[in-house]
């Protein structure tokens, strides 16, 4: 199994840092991490994937982790960053796999790149903000409904809330002491799924990335997130399922149902007792759906 790190430079000169794991000829499988994020993959992840010939292609979103920030950026500029991304590394067409707020940037490249992404999956994923019928907070757990409230409130107080979040995060100990900095989006089932085969350990070193990486990353996201995506999901041909915890306290349910309802090609799987993160348990019946849908 190789791990490559590339720096990929787009159209417009930007760096991007990539990260390519898995068998040397392997289906490509484009992973969007989730908001905020880091591009590296969890060993038990990686190892799923390989058991299937997968090869896990990841990068950092501008402003995260070396990646050059892409001030204003929609979620629909992504499409640019893949294409430079598949266009440099030779990449043949595969699949597509969001999570959590990676999972806009998932769809914007299916709908860019129809002709690459043989399928989708969508992981706890958010629908558009202000979305008919959806009351978007309802069910969020305190501290994302703060965030949400501060980047609505201007530039001035999104970026202090963000600083200050980091720096709890920054003095964080463990897991529980990490789920109050965030202002508890983890369920118990969630805590519990970080338990295994490193997994505590990867959590843990993949926020101390993100508060290493600054304010920027997190802050065009969720900016990005908030308002219109630059493209529309029935813009979106390949297959998408959509996978989502029923007791999701970040990103609450009836986003996924809301988002399953308005695409074109969508099946949507609930995970009863899920929450959040503990739905990657299911990693396996995931990657499993997903290539049977791209066949």
């Known amino acids: 199994m190789l791990r490559t790190q590339h720096e990929v430079r787009t ?25 905020p994020g880091s591009h590296r993959r969890d060993e038990e992840t990686i190892e799923v994937g390989v058991e299937r010939g997968l090869c896990c292609v990841s990068y950092a979103r501008p402003g995260y982790e070396g990646s050059d920030r892409q001030a204003e950026r929609r979620i629909a500029d992504c499409a ?8 440099q590394l030779g990449l043949e067409s595969g699949f597509v796999v969001g999570e959590s707020g990676g999972c806009p940037y998932a769809l914007a490249q299916a709908a860019a790149l129809p002709r690459w992404v043989r399928g989708v999956a969508v992981l ?20 994302n409904r703060e965030e949400v ?40 089932d969630d805590l519990r799924s970080f338990e295994g085969k490193g997994i505590e350990e ?19 996201d969720s900016k990005a997130l908030l308002e219109d995506w630059g493209f529309a999901l029935d813009q979106v041909e390949a297959p998408v399922a959509v996978w989502h915890g029923e007791d999701d306290r970040a990103v609450p349910i009836a986003h996924g149902k809301w988002v399953a309802n308005h695409l074109p090609n969508a099946a949507l799987h609930l995970a009863p007792g899920e929450g959040h993160s503990s739905l990657l ?4 019946k995931i990657l499993d759906d997903l290539l049977a849908s791209g066949q």
Not at 18 to 27: D, I, L, M, Q, T
Not at 80 to 87: F, K, P, Q, S
Not at 164 to 186: I, M, R, S
Not at 213 to 220: A, E, I, K, P, T
């Open 11 to 35: 159209a417009d000169g930007c760096l991007l840092l990539v990260e390519v794991v898995g068998p040397e000829r392997g289906v490509p499988v484009f992973f969007h991490h989730g908001t």
């Open 281 to 284: 348990n299911r990693y396996d």
């Open 80 to 87: 640019e960053d893949v294409r430079a991304i598949v266009d």
């Open 202 to 220: 990867y959590v843990m070193d993949t926020w101390k990335r993100i508060a290493a990486s600054g304010l920027w990353g997190w802050f065009d």
């Open 124 to 143: 706890v994923g958010p629908a558009p903000f202000g979305a008919e019928g959806l009351d978007w907070s309802d069910g969020m757990a305190p501290g």
């Open 149 to 188: 409230d501060a980047l609505l409130a201007g530039d001035a107080a999104g970026l202090a809330f963000l600083e200050a979040t980091l720096e709890k995060v920054k003095v964080a100990q463990d897991l529980p002491q990490l789920n109050q900095a965030l202002g508890c989006p983890y369920t118990e």
